[in-house]
């Protein structure tokens, strides 16, 4: 019954470390998106695709990378962890309105990430 | 760019204890204000949409305003499964995006 779900929920993880983090929503929608959430609860975009073409890819190191195999999944993987990489990371998806924003987004539980 | 302030940061209510949360933004031609609502350790629950100055909207305890420079999130008589963070967002015509502020956590004791 789940809408948007994500895999793991948290993740400890050495500096220097890659991992990645997937999301699957079963709403029917086209958009998905990245955010993150960082200790003062400031949500930030910073990724969305639509029907697996990139649309919005903000100012995100290179170290971050999304991949969407088919419209229901965006994995985000990250590549040489920093200590400043530590935050919540949240996966949401909506219907496709022509990319003005203004859908209703959805949103998964989250992906609480720690760099030791 | 578009920027979203939320005040108070934290709110302390009892039951039955009516009050507003406010949220002030700046934007580049407001297509929409949208607030959400977020408990520990979950992720945001979208609550209502906002298109342009004077509307408003009720759901429950709930009810948003808008004006051309700020909304205001009216809880009337809040019981404590209200307790959550708020957060704000608007969308402008600048950017295909939303921009958050950084929450109302409300605290509704019994």
């Known amino acids: 019954d789940t809408a948007v779900s994500q895999t793991p929920k948290y993740l400890v993880t050495q500096m220097g470390n890659d991992k990645s983090i997937k999301c699957e929503q079963n709403?029917?929608?086209?958009?998905m998106y990245w955010y993150k959430q960082d200790s003062k609860k400031f949500l930030k975009i910073m990724f969305s695709?639509?029907?697996?073409?990139l649309i919005i890819n903000e100012t995100v190191p290179n170290r971050f990378s999304p991949k969407s195999p088919d419209k229901a999944h965006l994995n985000l993987h990250i590549n040489s962890l920093e200590l400043g990489d530590s935050a919540v990371y949240f996966c949401?998806?909506?219907?496709w309105g022509g990319g003005a924003g203004m859908e209703t987004q959805y949103f998964g539980p989250g992906t609480r990430l720690l760099v030791l | 760019e578009d920027q979203v302030t939320q005040s108070p940061e934290a709110l302390r209510l009892q039951e039955g204890e009516s009050s507003s949360l406010n949220c002030s933004y700046t934007?580049?031609?407001?297509?929409?204000l949208f607030w959400y609502r977020q408990d520990p350790g979950k992720g945001p629950e979208f609550l209502f949409t906002?298109?342009?100055a004077g509307e408003e909207k009720e759901k429950e305890r709930l009810k948003a305003t808008l004006t051309k420079k700020e909304s205001f999130l009216h809880i009337t008589a809040p019981k404590p499964e209200d307790s959550a963070t708020y957060l704000c967002?608007?969308?402008?015509?600048?950017?295909?995006?939303?921009?958050f502020g950084e929450g109302t956590q409300l605290t509704v004791n019994p």
């Open positions: 709403l029917g929608h086209d958009t």
């Open positions: 695709y639509n029907n697996k073409e």
């Open positions: 949401a998806s909506s219907q």
């Open positions: 934007v580049s031609g407001l297509r929409g």
């Open positions: 967002a608007v969308c402008g015509t600048s950017g295909s995006r939303l921009t």
């Open positions: 906002l298109y342009s």
